[in-house]
């Protein structure tokens, strides 16, 4: 439905409206992170909050082992270095008769089950000495142990020691001993233990935090029913219930929305009720008041037209009757005019015609009557079958809706042309009446408005348990009302078949 840009002028904006029409506050990428975490859902929150705390874990954990492993490596290269330096006393000791080159590659041999060093014998040209020791055998013997990451490497080997001995046979010098610590297979025993721990754990936060995600959102899963019961609420559906889950806070949560949605239910019932009963009284007020103007003051007003025509025609049989007659003719203008705003003012107190003869019959009246005023824009009507009557106070919601929804696009939206839909419908079982108006005027503008007689119409259609909206179209502007006839009946007001009198 079209409603009149007038009505748009002077509208109020729902909730959402008037959100939408606020103005766009600047955040800061501070602020723009914030929003993007509140996106997340409990459970992804939950389910983060654990990984966070395994992260954490997982570090200290590193470290403990990093430590641990710099310090046994430190004491096993140590250990090393030491029985090196007495096996190369030891093998001099007990090669004292052996002729000098013998001695020299003789050596390395008590080398050959002590890990963690290389040794290197020189004579005393500095030339090495070659070495009796198949080289494949400690090649295989490094081989076995799994290369580390430089990373972890830096990390865990100590710095590399460097002693150098003397060979002295039988008080002379004959050569020179170098020993070396070599961390490499330390290190690489301490990073498989370490990456077989890593992979284990891996393996086993991401099997927890799978079941953790299940978990929680079985545990969770009332939530979504909360928020969408939120939604209904906000939407204005005070009949939604919601039921009660295992978990004791969630239910505690869970009863507390049932009660105030019992709560907002009933006070909603009630000022509808009072709405009824207020819009019954003025309309009744008012219904009398326009019969008393009608019955006393527009007989008051016939009787003084009838004399004031009686003295007009007296007064033309008079010789000197010109003045009286000219005084007269102002009186019956004057009686004229007072009846015209009289009319006027009962067709806005109450429409006579209506309840007198059929609602349908009363809007084309009207249309007419708008049609007929200088300026008017072109209205295009299409009025459905329609009940005689729905009772007193429906057909004066119709009527009024109508009628302000014509004047709002005239008045204030300016608009050329006005298209009305008006018809009862039935849908799954249920009958209602849909009104919709629709106009080509200036739109709706920002500030929003709400005027006297768009609150009126909203708070007719409100107290009938209507629908009410008002919404931008291309060209216009668009009124949309739609009231359901059974609440209607069931509250009470009862559609008639035949016309109703006052």
């Known amino acids: 439905m079209t409603t009149p840009t007038s009505i748009g002028a002077a509208a109020a904006p729902d909730r ?97 089950s002590i890990r963690h060093v290389a040794i290197e014998v020189t004579d005393l040209a500095g030339r090495p000495v070659e070495s009796s ?85 079985r545990v969770l899963a009332p939530l979504p029913r909360l928020v969408a019961g939120l939604k209904d609420l906000e939407a204005k559906n005070y009949a939604v219930r919601l039921s009660r889950p295992s978990l004791i806070e969630l239910a505690t949560i869970t009863d507390h929305f049932n009660k105030a949605a019992e709560a907002l239910s009933a006070a909603h019932e009630a000022n509808r009720r009072l709405t009824r009963k207020l819009l019954t009284a003025q309309d009744d007020e ?14 008051c007003l016939f009787a003084l037209e009838a004399n004031a025509t009686s003295i007009l025609k007296m007064a033309k049989r008079l010789p000197d009757g010109a003045r009286i007659s000219e005084r007269a003719q102002d009186v019956v203008a004057l009686v004229g005019t007072v009846q015209g705003i009289n009319r006027r003012v009962l067709d806005r107190l109450r429409p006579m015609a209506l309840g007198q003869i059929p609602l349908r019959d009363c809007l084309i009246e009207l249309l007419l009557g708008l049609d007929g005023v200088d300026g008017a824009p072109m209205i295009d009507h299409s009025i459905g079958d329609l009940r005689p009557s729905y009772g007193p106070l429906v057909d004066l919601t119709i009527y009024r809706c109508v009628q302000e929804g014509l004047l709002n696009a005239i008045r204030h939206a ?31 503008q920002r500030p929003l408005r709400a ?3 768009l609150s009126g119409m909203r708070e007719r259609v409100e107290a009938l348990s209507g629908l009410f909206e008002i919404k931008a179209s291309p060209k216009g502007v668009v009124l949309a009302i739609a009231l359901p006839l059974d609440r209607v009946e069931a509250q009470g007001e009862a559609p008639a078949d035949s016309a109703s009198s006052d």
């Open 16 to 112: 959402r409206e008037q959100v939408a029409l606020a103005p766009a506050v600047r955040r800061g990428p501070l602020d723009a992170l914030r929003g993007l975490s509140s996106l997340h859902s409990l459970r992804t929150r939950l389910v983060l909050g654990v990984l966070a705390i395994d992260l954490i874990a997982a570090a200290l954990t590193g470290a403990v082992i990093i430590l641990k492993a710099r310090t046994a490596t430190k004491l096993e290269i140590a250990s090393s270095m030491q029985l090196s330096e007495l096996v190369v006393a030891d093998s001099i000791r007990l090669l004292q008769d052996a002729p000098a080159p013998l001695v020299l590659k003789s050596i390395e041999l008590h080398f050959q």
């Open 451 to 453: 005027g006297v007689g």
């Open 286 to 299: 008012r219904r009398r008041t326009a019969l008393e103007l009608h019955d006393e003051a527009g007989a």
């Open 414 to 444: 300016h608009a050329k042309q006005i298209a009305i839909e008006l018809d009862e419908r039935r849908e799954a079982g249920r009958s209602s009446i849909a009104i919709v108006i629709r106009d080509d005027g200036i739109g709706l």
């Open 133 to 217: 020791i198949n080289p494949n055998v400690r090649a295989r013997q490094d081989s076995l142990t799994p290369d580390a990451p430089a990373w972890f490497s830096f990390l865990i080997a100590p710095p590399v020691e460097t002693k150098n001995f003397p060979v002295i046979v039988r008080g002379h010098s004959i050569g020179v001993v170098s020993i070396r610590s070599e961390p490499s297979d330390e290190v690489g025993e301490a990073w498989s233990s370490a990456y077989a721990l890593m992979v284990t754990t891996f393996c086993l936060n991401i099997i927890v935090l799978g079941a953790l995600f299940l978990f929680f959102a």
